[in-house]
């Protein structure tokens, strides 16, 4: 199974950026898909996740401007982040919680930049 993100970059505080992560490989369903993050001396943390069922978590510090969406038919989940602020700027890693025919699997992308400058 891999995990393969995209749509990190350099926004201007104030603008939208849009992530992408696709999973691929055999596997029987997909869990639970999200969106890490971690900047430079900080730990990783959680910034948004969705179940199959549609149900979303957020980080306080991203509610009302980022929006955690997926589609299951092609196995992919987006980080859609508007607004966006200096404190955003981190490495995005895509997760993934996946069901390998009766093993639970936890798999990470390779994360992607995204920088919104002071």
Excluded: H
Aim: proline share 3%.
């Amino acid at each position: 199974v891999q995990l393969q993100a995209s749509g990190g970059g350099l926004v201007q505080p104030g603008g939208s950026l849009r992530l992408s992560c696709a999973a691929s490989g055999t596997f029987f369903s997909i869990n639970v898909m999200g969106w890490y993050r971690q900047a430079p001396g900080k730990q990783r943390e959680l910034v948004a996740a969705i179940t199959s069922g549609g149900r979303t978590n957020y980080a306080d510090s991203v509610k009302g401007r980022f929006t955690t969406s997926r589609d299951n038919a092609k196995n992919m989940v987006y980080l859609q982040m508007n607004s966006l602020k200096p404190e955003d700027t981190a490495v995005y890693y895509c997760n993934a919680v996946i069901n390998e025919f009766g093993y639970i699997k936890t798999y990470w992308g390779q994360g992607t930049q995204v920088t919104s400058p002071a």
